[in-house]
């Protein structure tokens, strides 16, 4: 009984550390991996990672469901209107592209490189601060007036092509994205609705495709423990999009590059 209930505990935890820094810019994986092995878990692993992200996927339709189905909302941001422009729809497959190859190249033939490499402490710790350096320029970049309704395929095919790198644990999906978007000259409000948009296909491929591969490895996790992880990630999702939304249209990305900063430094001491 007690075995059970620390296996619930466990997978409603993975759960919160996927929810919650999913969105905000500073690496789901990483902190998947980081965190458990500080407090003695396992490290949930690739295919567990990527069937709990889902949760998040399902964050961002419940999120903005109400202006997906075109009702009124107090927070209303017009995502259905955005959703039905052909030019948006278009932006979001050509940014998808990159990822469904460079994430396919690697797991068809070099799976063992992600998992061994990619997802080494080392790794994550490097990554970390090259990413703080990064998201430091988009951060002081000038001001842009690029925005969903009048962007280029060329501006959304170069965020495409950074969301690949998400891949490797530490760059963080929304952080490279939204940074990116910052320095190409987008207005900061629409890069995050932007990085949230492209969240939709990126995550649900990269759970499709893991479930594919890893498929016979779900046979050893549980019913009960899998859905806590998935409705602790979508709640914590939740929290996480709201905050990110307010916050940083307002702060911008200084608090995250902090946080990266100590995060990679604090990883290497204890190397």
Not at 64 to 76: A, E, T
Not at 90 to 100: C, E, H, R
Not at 109 to 130: H, M, T
Not at 250 to 258: A, D, E, R, T, Y
Request: hydrophobic letters at 50%; one cysteine or more; charged letters at 15%.
């Amino acid at each position: 009984m007690i075995c059970r209930l620390l296996e619930y505990l466990e997978f409603i935890l993975y759960g919160i550390i996927q929810g919650l820094t999913e969105f905000i810019p500073v690496s789901s994986t990483a902190h998947l991996k980081v965190i458990s092995l500080l407090l003695g878990l396992d490290d949930p692993g690739t295919s567990l990672s990527a069937v709990i992200q889902l949760g998040s996927v399902f964050a961002l339709f419940w999120y903005f469901r109400n202006d997906i189905f075109n009702l009124r909302s107090k927070s209303s941001t017009k995502i259905f209107d955005y959703f039905i422009n052909e030019r948006l729809l278009i932006s979001i497959l050509i940014s998808t592209i990159p990822i469904v190859f460079l994430g396919g190249g690697i797991k068809l033939f070099s799976p063992y490189f992600f998992d061994k490499i990619l997802r080494s402490n080392l790794s994550i710790a490097i990554v970390s601060l090259l990413m703080a350096i990064y998201m430091y320029v988009a951060d002081t970049s000038k001001k842009g007036s690029i925005n969903l309704n009048n962007h280029n395929y060329s501006d959304s095919f170069l965020i495409g092509i950074s969301q690949a790198f998400a891949i490797i644990p530490g760059f963080s999906r929304s952080g490279i994205t939204i940074s990116t978007a910052l320095i190409s000259g987008w207005e900061r409000a629409d890069a995050t609705k932007f990085s949230f948009l492209l969240g939709i296909p990126a995550i649900s491929l990269a759970a499709i495709v893991e479930f594919i591969f890893s498929f016979n490895e779900f046979s050893s996790f549980s019913f009960i423990p899998l859905v806590l992880g998935l409705v602790s990630t979508f709640l914590s999702s939740l929290l996480a999009i709201d905050f990110l939304l307010n916050y940083f249209s307002k702060n911008g990305l200084k608090l995250f590059i902090i946080y990266r900063v100590i995060f990679g430094i604090l990883i290497l001491i204890k190397l």
